[in-house]
């Protein structure tokens, strides 16, 4: 098995490769990212190598969703084929830039899309549908943002702000809203679009360091991807 190590410390672990001849530790094309760190790297590992099966083996004091086992217990599992393989959905968004059509943008996120004011002293005004459905009293929303996360995600930014997790669908959670809004959770399979109405605002995705600043009546399509996020963990 080829396997990529990730991480600022991964590279502590290659003498446990060494100890099993079915794992061969290589830089490019591998079949398997170990991750060795906290939440973040495996986020960032994600985003570098989308839809490649990950082993995040904990590094760090922040991982829930790390393996907290010892990494040579970890590896040697992964050695005999005995890590779980688990899937968890991923979110792609589409960004349509209304002054620049050749600016959209497509990207993806296993935690969360995140959408936020540009401007600490401006709230963002915007519009957002499910599946075509308007929600709001007046249908423009004022406020700080939203968040669209998925389950995967719903211990992060999502639980921050609702104080709650969940286990199916999508997520949507409302930031400092002016008007009364109630945080959602959807069926996976709808589409939730959103317009900015006045801006500016910024949207960000996961822990990635790149963002897509958006304008007045550019729009967002958000839907479940086709493609999940793949771990192999000690548990189901």
């Known amino acids: 098995m080829d396997v990529s190590l990730f991480g600022a410390k991964a590279e502590d672990l290659r ?15 591998p079949e398997v990212i170990v991750c060795y760190g906290g939440d973040g790297t495996l986020l960032a590992a994600e985003l570098q190598w989308p839809g490649i099966p990950k082993v995040p083996i904990r590094n760090s004091r ?3 969703r790390c393996i907290a086992e010892p990494p040579e217990d970890v590896v040697a599992q992964l050695a005999n084929r005995k890590l ?9 968004c589409t960004v349509h830039h209304k002054n620049d059509e050749d600016a959209d943008s497509h990207l993806m996120a296993i935690n969360e899309i995140n959408m936020h004011m540009a401007r600490t002293n401006a709230a963002v005004r915007f519009r957002i549908w499910f599946d075509d459905k308007p929600y709001g009293d007046d249908h423009e ?3 700080d943002g939203f968040v669209v996360s998925t389950p995967f995600g719903s211990t992060a930014y999502f639980n921050q702000i609702t104080r709650g997790v ?3 669908g999508i997520g949507v959670a409302f930031k400092y809203t002016s008007n ?10 709808t589409i939730v679009r959103a317009q900015i109405t006045r801006g500016p605002a910024i949207l960000a995705f996961d822990n990635s360091s790149e963002y897509v600043e958006l304008l007045e009546d550019d729009e967002l399509t958000i839907v479940k991807s086709d493609q999940p996020a793949v771990l192999l963990t000690t548990d189901a």
């Open 62 to 64: 922040r991982g829930i």
């Open 141 to 143: 929303i004022i406020g």
């Open 84 to 92: 779980i393989h688990t899937e968890h959905l991923k979110l792609e």
């Open 166 to 168: 969940f286990w199916q």
């Open 180 to 189: 009364h809004t109630n945080h959602l959770i959807v069926p996976e399979d």
């Open 15 to 29: 003498n446990l490769f060494d100890q099993h001849d079915a794992l061969h530790i290589v830089e490019k094309d």
